[in-house]
Nanobody, 123 residues
C-alpha cells in the first residue's frame, strides 16, 4: 500500500514557475514508477510526466515537453514536478500517481493516487 500527498500548488502569473512535491509512504517507493497527471474543469484527466523507479528514465506529454521536469528522491520518498514558463492552459488539479508499469501514460495503469493540488495560472 502506498499513500501519496501532494504539495506546492498555488496561483502564479503566466511565465512563472512552481514546483510540486509528492510525498509517499511505505517502503516500496523506489520500486514504483511515478507520474503526474492533471485535470482541468470539464476535461478528462491527462498525463503530464512520468519517471522510472530509479529515476533514470522520464517521459513527458508534448504540451509540457521542455517546460516541465519530473524528478524523484528515493531517499526522501518524494517525487517532484518543476513547472516553468507556465501558461493559463496549465491550470488544473495536479495529481501524482504510483504504479508498476514504467512510463505508462494511461491513468488506469497506476494503482495509487494522491488527493491532488490546485495550480492556477493567471494571464
Amino acid at each position: 500500500q502506498v499513500q501519496l500527498v501532494e504539495f506546492g500548488g498555488g496561483l502564479v502569473q503566466a511565465g512563472g514557475s512552481l514546483r510540486l512535491s509528492c510525498a509517499a509512504s511505505g517502503r516500496t517507493f523506489a520500486s514504483h514508477a511515478m507520474a503526474w497527471f492533471r485535470q482541468a474543469p470539464g476535461k478528462e484527466r491527462e498525463f503530464v510526466a512520468s519517471v522510472s523507479g530509479a529515476g533514470g528514465i522520464t517521459t513527458y506529454a508534448d504540451s509540457v515537453q521542455g517546460r516541465f521536469a519530473i524528478s524523484r528522491d528515493n531517499a526522501k520518498n518524494t517525487v517532484y514536478l518543476q513547472m516553468n514558463s507556465l501558461k493559463p492552459e496549465d491550470t488544473a488539479v495536479y495529481y501524482c500517481a504510483a504504479g508498476s508499469t514504467v512510463l505508462a501514460r494511461t491513468a488506469s495503469r497506476y494503482d495509487y493516487w494522491g488527493q491532488g493540488t490546485q495550480v492556477t495560472v493567471s494571464s
